[in-house]
């Protein structure tokens, strides 16, 4: 158990939806990452947020969005989906600003998102 | 740009035999880390180990050890003792830096199967 959580497990939706995905970092962890895991271009780095601030973005879409609140939990909205949005998304979480280091990427067990 | 390559998409090994997963990268950065995870068909990535860009030794981690050799810009996993459990994908990554602060980009995978 990497004590990142990451939920709901599974989410099928319809085109057009939106939705939203949780996440609770490692206490005491300040970042978080977003990636999204798809067959066609594998894993991708989405987005970092620091202590409630973001800090880097990747390959996101404007369809999407991220925040994180003074708890540090993280939610990752993503809006007027399509079919091709069907992919994992995980969520890391580190316990300093990006610096992902070989004790500190941690990776939640990811949300299965399909899109139908 | 930053780049890791697997050029392995599959491999077989049998229980008890090591296997060696092989990773190459690109970087003109002389400070970077390379990381590799395990995602089992539950679909969670593991850390499995890390190799500093500056680290003399190659690093261990129980049955992982990871074979460096930088002038060749390779980080190949070796696996010893196969057992059935690690029958997964096996990810390389390299952190990148990123307007001030990091992220990990992956490589697109071998997929493991050990035989009994």
């Known amino acids: 158990d990497s004590g990142v959580t990451q939920t709901p497990k599974h989410l099928i939706t319809a085109t057009g939806q939106r939705v939203t995905l949780r996440c609770s970092p490692r206490?005491?962890?300040?970042?978080v990452y977003w990636y999204q895991q798809s067959l066609d271009q594998g894993l991708q780095f989405l987005i970092q947020y620091y202590n409630g601030e973001e800090r880097a973005k990747g390959n996101i879409l404007e369809r999407f969005s991220a925040q994180q609140f003074p708890d540090l939990h993280s939610e990752l909205n993503l809006s007027s989906l399509e079919l091709g949005d069907s992919a994992l998304y995980f969520c890391?979480?580190?316990?300093?600003?990006?610096?992902?280091?070989?004790?500190?990427?941690?990776f939640g067990q990811g949300t299965r998102l399909t899109v139908v | 740009a930053q780049k890791i390559t697997q050029t392995q998409p599959g491999m077989f090994v049998q229980e008890k035999e090591a296997v060696t997963l092989d990773c190459t990268y690109d970087t003109s950065d002389p400070s970077y880390g390379l990381f590799w995870y395990k995602q089992p068909s539950s679909g969670e990535m593991i850390f499995l180990i890390y190799?500093?860009?500056?680290?003399?030794q190659n690093a261990t981690e129980g049955r992982y050890s990871l074979n460096f050799q930088k002038a060749r810009k390779s980080a190949n996993l070796v696996i010893s003792a196969s057992q059935l459990g690690d029958s997964a994908m096996y990810f390389c990554?390299?952190?990148?830096?990123?307007?001030?602060?990091?992220?990990?980009?992956f490589g697109s995978g071998t997929r493991l199967l050990v035989r009994p």
């Open positions: 190799q500093g860009s500056y680290d003399q």
């Open positions: 890391a979480s580190s316990v300093v600003s990006g610096r992902l280091t070989n004790t500190e990427a941690f």
């Open positions: 990554a390299m952190r990148e830096e990123v307007d001030s602060s990091y992220k990990l980009i």
């Open positions: 206490s005491g962890d300040l970042s």
